[in-house]
């Protein structure tokens, strides 16, 4: 098996290892806590802006490359603040890296603990922090985090998850969850 992690260059980040109530039990690079599926913090970020019938969420698929889940759709940007850092820092510095948008307002709307073990031997088990924020520009994603992006209205993201669940990365159902209610 070839190793999921060789192309990824944030492998050795420290990541914040926490337990079910998100209190900071300890760090462990990337690649360990994904290969071992350590519990650890995440975010998910869902740009949004008003559409001509009414919102519509950025979507981004995944590059081919990625160590799990690539070429399939997933929220705008998702990652994991480095030990130390402030989640809201984190968020804005993965969607400017990711997505070359800069965005000011952020809130979190909600978080959810999910295990998802994939074939390559790793496995998310994350304690995942949604926020959101609106955005009206056009996106610049970096083709090794991002193969394309879309701008979808609600109503057609709740229909694809329905009908092409497979389509998605495993988080994601939860996550436009989250948002929907708070939009």
């Known amino acids: ?34 290969k071992e599926g350590m519990l650890h913090r995440a975010f998910s970020v869902m740009l949004w802006r008003a559409g001509a019938h009414g919102p519509e969420l ?67 088990y994350e304690f995942d922090h949604v926020f959101v924020a609106t955005y009206d520009g056009e996106a610049q994603p970096d083709p090794t985090e991002v193969s394309e992006v879309r701008w979808v209205p609600t109503a057609h993201v709740m229909h694809e998850l329905l009908e092409r669940p497979q389509n998605f990365c495993a988080w994601v159902p939860n996550v436009i969850s989250l948002v929907l209610a708070a939009l």
Not at 12 to 34: F, I, P, Y
Not at 98 to 109: H, N, S, Y
């Open 1 to 34: 098996m070839e190793d999921a992690f060789q192309n990824d260059a944030a492998k050795n980040d420290e990541l914040v290892l926490v337990d079910l109530l998100d209190r900071q039990v300890g760090t462990a690079s990337k690649e360990r806590a994904h």
């Open 58 to 124: 950025l979507l981004s698929r995944r590059a081919e490359g990625k160590y799990h889940s690539g070429g399939l759709w997933a929220n705008s940007c998702c990652s994991h603040p480095r030990a130390g850092e402030d989640l809201a820092d984190a968020a804005r510095r993965r969607v400017a890296e990711e997505l070359g948008a800069t965005i000011r307002e952020l809130r979190e709307v909600g978080a959810f603990v999910y295990r998802a073990p994939f074939a390559n031997g790793t496995t998310e």
